[in-house]
């Protein structure tokens, strides 16, 4: 059975960075890079929201709460998907899943906290 593991949550300051994995395993084959990949926020009491994507081509697109300081990039070697989270503020605080849909179906990570202290 496929599964998305995130990692690299955790508690920082303002002004901080974070690098978020996202692991896939029990797949027979690749999960990324055959569809979109991206990343999702949910602050607390809020809607999931897409803040990276990633294409198989390789194109990346942000949402622009997060553009100039989030970098989603691909290892599909190792079928990781990673988001590099820098001047983090306050309003980065939720919870961050990952996302791929190589196109027989999605799939969705637990998710992993982030909170950002001011």
């Known amino acids: 059975q496929v599964q998305l593991v995130e990692s690299g949550g955790g508690l920082v300051q303002a002004g901080g960075s974070l690098r978020l994995s996202c692991a896939a395993s029990?797949?027979?084959?690749?999960?990324?890079?055959?569809?979109?990949d991206g990343w999702y926020h949910q602050a607390p009491g809020a809607q999931r929201e897409l803040v990276a994507a990633?294409?198989?081509?390789?194109?990346?697109n942000y949402a622009d709460s997060v553009q100039g300081r989030f970098t989603i990039s691909r290892d599909s070697a190792a079928n990781t998907v990673f988001l590099d989270m820098t001047s983090l503020k306050a309003e980065d605080t939720g919870v961050y899943f990952c996302?791929?849909?190589?196109?027989?179906?999605?799939?969705w990570g637990q998710g992993t906290q982030v909170t950002v202290s001011s």
């Open positions: 990633i294409f198989p081509d390789g194109t990346t």
């Open positions: 029990g797949a027979s084959r690749g999960i990324f890079s055959m569809g979109t």
């Open positions: 996302y791929a849909n190589p196109g027989w179906r999605p799939y």
